[in-house]
């Protein structure tokens, strides 16, 4: 059965093959529904519905379907979010009872209560390469480690993965290079390795780069500056990052967005790092901050500075929006 207008536009948007899709679905479904099977037991966590993908994000928004509990029949066409309860940590095989395009976001938010549990969250990881029509990953706060993450691969359809408040640093990102789609990467909250960040030149697709509150110094900083189709880039809450940083990423020509809120660059290097016309770029500080010597300073820039605490962000290319 041919896939609704609509739908073809949102797998598309989602950077995903409408035929594939169609094809894929096909094998699990009938014509209206889709089933997931899950064991008949509470505390495997939850099911909803994708109604809206932020662009260049991981969050989305959804409606709830209720319990990941026994069979679970839904429209075949429905973008699914699964958020895995305690027991599937404890039974990450069920997974491959679900077809593997049947989930497209899964949010591994697991925290051990004990020494016991901890390894479980690295331990899930792996089945996690059984869903091949995964889009999205947030492994925000969560035990996930470097160890854990570097074992995801031979996801063809990743493109959003996320890991604030974790156990990861970074060098896992070398074992990212597998995934060819992949255009957001988040880690934050976490003591960056600096070194490991040279390997994001390998990842080809990559447009958002989010690495805040993560220790950044000018190593990093270098690194970055080799990742030429960057569009956004967050560093803010990095202390290290300051003039010689700013400077360093220059040659990224394509950068629309930069927060650099609670880095240390100056007024001055503001002034003097780009003459582009559309940048948008969140200031280190508020403006009641600033001196109005730097405030003079900073108004002679060509492109768009934000005071707010809460900045907002220009329109994001359709190109980049999955």
Not at 47 to 70: C, D, F, N, Y
Not at 143 to 167: H, I, R, V, W, Y
Not at 185 to 192: A, H, P
Not at 270 to 287: D, G, V
């Amino acid at each position: 059965m041919p896939l609704s207008p609509a739908l073809t536009l949102a797998l598309i948007l989602l950077g995903c093959s409408p035929i594939f899709m169609e094809r894929s679905f096909a094998a699990k479904t009938s014509a209206q529904t889709k089933i997931l099977e899950f064991p008949d037991q509470p505390y495997y966590g939850t099911l909803s519905k994708v109604t809206k993908i932020i662009p260049l994000e991981i969050r989305v928004e959804k409606v709830p379907l209720g319990q990941a509990r026994a069979k679970v029949r839904i429209a075949a066409k429905t973008i699914v979010l699964y958020e895995p309860g305690p027991r599937f940590f404890q039974n990450p095989q069920i997974l491959f009872k679900l077809a593997p395009d049947s989930i497209q976001f899964i949010k591994m938010q697991f925290t051990s209560m004990d020494e016991k549990e901890y390894p479980l969250s690295d331990r899930a990881v792996p089945y996690l390469n059984h869903l091949k029509g995964l889009v999205g990953i947030d492994f925000d706060k969560s035990d996930t480690t470097d160890a854990g993450a570097e074992k995801l691969k031979d996801l063809p359809n990743l493109q959003a993965l996320s890991a604030m408040g974790t156990g990861i640093t970074g060098t896992c990102i070398k074992s990212f290079a597998t995934f060819p789609k992949l255009k957001f990467l988040k880690i934050g909250s976490t003591e960056i390795n600096n070194a490991s960040l040279r390997y994001l030149h390998d990842l080809a697709s990559l447009r958002k780069l989010v690495v805040n509150r993560a220790k950044v110094n000018a190593v990093g900083m270098q690194h970055i500056a080799a990742c030429p189709n960057l569009t956004h880039l967050d560093v803010s809450f990095n202390a290290e990052v300051d003039d010689k940083g700013l400077e360093l990423i220059k040659p990224l020509k394509n950068l629309q967005v930069i927060n650099l809120r609670g880095t240390s660059v100056s007024a001055r290097a503001i002034r003097n790092f780009s003459k582009s016309k559309t940048l948008w770029l969140t200031t280190p500080k508020l403006a009641k901050q600033y001196s109005k010597q730097e405030l003079d300073e900073l108004r002679k820039t060509s492109y768009h500075l934000h005071f707010d605490a809460e900045p907002k962000s220009p329109k994001v290319n359709a190109d980049y929006v999955f």
